[in-house]
């Protein structure tokens, strides 16, 4: 990691809570469309809003694919929240860009790939979030169905779930991401936003989040 990326996960995790795109609530968790509850809600979505951090997101990611995938022919942006990402990147990096919808088109082509992706050229996937990884993996699999050659997913922001890196590494398709949940909790106490007494809480959700708050979890 050079000195462009070295920063990034903790700059990156103080401008989403700046923006609140992410809120930490551990004493009074969200509930999740999975049902989990969870003490942390991220929107990535409110980073198109301003234009200095959706910049800065930019710059990342291009800088982390410069340094890591130089041989990238095609950004990818997943639906709905990466595509605007993949946007300014590929245009940061003149490069082609295509997008993957959660589903294949009901009619036409019935593509799921839209763009011009040609078999064996190499892919980044930008997403906003990686969570348990299963939209984020679908989408990968959704370009290498196409033809491509899916190098890696990269992300906004990751919760860090084991479940997640798993499901990557059973597939074989690398992950990263400009921001953690690690850096997000140091960022959070450090800007008030957060007691420190709270931290053992919010770490214990991301070590077993379907349990969080059940039965005494929490």
Not at 120 to 144: C, N, Q, Y
Request: glycine share 8%; charged share 20%.
């Amino acid at each position: 990691m050079n000195s462009t990326t070295h920063n990034l996960p903790r700059e990156i995790a103080e401008a989403l809570l700046q923006i609140g795109a992410v809120a930490l609530s551990p004493n009074e968790p969200f509930t999740w469309s999975s049902g989990w509850l969870s003490p942390i809600y991220c929107d990535n979505r409110l980073t198109m809003s301003y234009p200095n951090i959706r910049n800065k997101v930019a710059e990342g990611f291009a800088a982390i694919i410069r340094e890591q995938y130089p041989e990238v022919e095609i950004i990818a942006g997943t639906a709905t929240g990466g595509i605007a990402h993949a946007a300014w990147v590929a245009d940061k990096l003149n490069l082609p860009m295509v997008y993957v919808r959660s589903s294949a088109k009901g009619h036409g082509k019935q593509k799921q790939v839209e763009g011009v992706l040609n078999p064996g050229s190499k892919v980044v996937v930008i997403e906003d979030l990686i969570s348990t990884g299963g939209s984020s993996l679908k989408a990968a699999l959704a370009v290498r169905e196409a033809g491509g050659d899916v190098l890696s997913v990269l992300s906004i922001f990751t919760y860090q779930f084991k479940e997640a890196q798993d499901a990557f590494a059973a597939e074989k398709i690398a992950m990263n991401s400009l921001s953690n949940y690690t850096a997000l909790l140091e960022a959070a106490v450090e800007l008030g936003k957060i007691k420190e007494e709270d931290l053992a809480l919010l770490q214990s959700w991301r070590e077993n989040p379907a349990a969080f708050g059940k039965d005494g979890a929490n």
